[in-house]
């Protein structure tokens, strides 16, 4: 069982920076394959950034490349997404995910899904 509580949401100005971040409880964090889904009011959920059990490897949703950045550390069972420069359309709820492997992350066949957090980016 994996408990995902992310955190980093706020109201900022378009431009600005934010780090989320998904803290994991249990032991088997290391294991799985995490990412970022975000969802904007009245539009369904999507995936945003994705990253292997080692970090090695990562994907990124086309319209995000170059302005957001996933990481984790898994000494601290904790993933990140850099988010910078952000534009008003950025403007959602940001959800952190689990699963067994980067391809299932993809097309959002997640195990494990945290509560979200809020990013709010006002013009």
């Known amino acids: 069982q994996v408990q995902l509580v992310e955190s980093g949401g706020g109201l900022v100005q378009a431009g600005a920076s934010l780090r989320l971040s998904c803290a994991a409880s249990g032991r088997t964090f290391s294991s799985y394959a995490m990412g970022w889904f975000r969802q904007a009011p009245g539009k369904e959920r999507e995936f945003v950034a994705a990253?292997?059990?080692?970090?090695?490897?990562?994907h990124y949703r086309d319209s995000v490349k170059g302005r957001f950045t996933i990481s984790r550390d898994n000494a601290k069972n904790t993933v990140y997404l850099q988010i910078n420069t952000l534009r008003p359309e950025d403007t959602a709820v940001y959800y952190c995910a689990a699963a067994t492997n980067i391809a299932r992350i993809v097309i959002s066949e997640n195990d494990y899904w945290g509560q979200g957090t809020q990013v709010t980016v006002s013009s």
């Open positions: 990253i292997s059990w080692s970090g090695s490897s990562t």
